[in-house]
């Protein structure tokens, strides 16, 4: 299994982008990285994932680096309710998903 | 998108007794859930996956015998915390995977059992 590093916390002003990178210089090539958060006291929420090429959806943009070593998931206008921990995950098809401790971004009014 | 419903959200009982937790897939089918539990500030642990209508699978160091695990329906899993005891107190989370569009796992809201 991959590892995976996080930036233990960040800061954003709100509306600002907010940019969060992860390392998993491991990663095999059939790996997906997935990327969820929880908000304090909930269950964690799917954001978005992807193999090789860049991803984008209603939530969030999920950059790949072309060697596949690192990623950033990218807030574009970040508000109060996205502060949460951010879990990246790089996973196998049909692997569990285990969680590393995240990264947690404060949005700061 | 899917809903995964857990139930209750918070639990306190004293210790000795036994607690359980449902786990509901309300718009889709689900023949693995998984169980997680979290303790303050920490990152979730994968507990067990519950298999509609054969045995779940638990996790090293996990007691089956105390943590008791029903998937009796292709919705519905349980989490039975059997003679709670205060470290077991914790955030206990279900989930269950979607296929189709790269599986997708979605979380329940969470339990917090707390045992006094």
């Known amino acids: 299994d991959a590892k995976t590093t996080q930036p233990p916390s960040m800061d954003c002003a709100e509306g600002r982008a907010a940019n969060l990178p992860c390392n998993h210089s491991?990663?095999?090539?059939?790996?997906?990285v997935y990327w969820y958060r929880q908000i304090h006291s909930q269950g964690p929420q799917y954001i978005i994932h992807g193999l090789k090429n860049n991803e984008t959806n209603e939530m969030a943009s999920l950059i790949i680096t072309e060697d596949r070593k690192s990623s950033t998931l990218i807030l574009p206008h970040a508000t109060l309710r996205d502060t949460a921990v951010y879990y990246c995950i790089p996973r196998f098809r049909g692997q569990n998903f285990v969680f590393g401790p995240g990264t947690r971004l404060s949005v700061l009014p | 998108g899917a809903v995964v419903s857990q139930h209750p959200s918070r639990v306190i009982c004293k210790s000795g007794t036994s607690v359980k937790i449902e786990c509901r897939s309300l718009d889709f089918q689900a023949t693995t859930m998984f169980w997680y539990r979290q303790f303050p500030k920490k990152s979730l642990m994968l507990m067990a996956t519950s298999n509609e209508g054969s045995k779940a699978t638990y996790e090293q160091g996990v007691e089956k015998d105390k943590f008791l695990i029903n998937h009796a329906s292709l919705t519905l899993s349980t989490l039975t915390v059997t003679s709670a005891h205060p470290e077991d107190s914790s955030f206990y989370i279900c989930?269950?995977?979607?296929?189709?569009?790269?599986?997708?796992?979605?979380f329940g809201s969470g339990t917090q059992l707390s045992v006094l």
């Open positions: 491991t990663i095999s090539g059939n790996e997906y």
């Open positions: 989930s269950a995977p979607i296929e189709g569009g790269g599986e997708k796992l979605f």
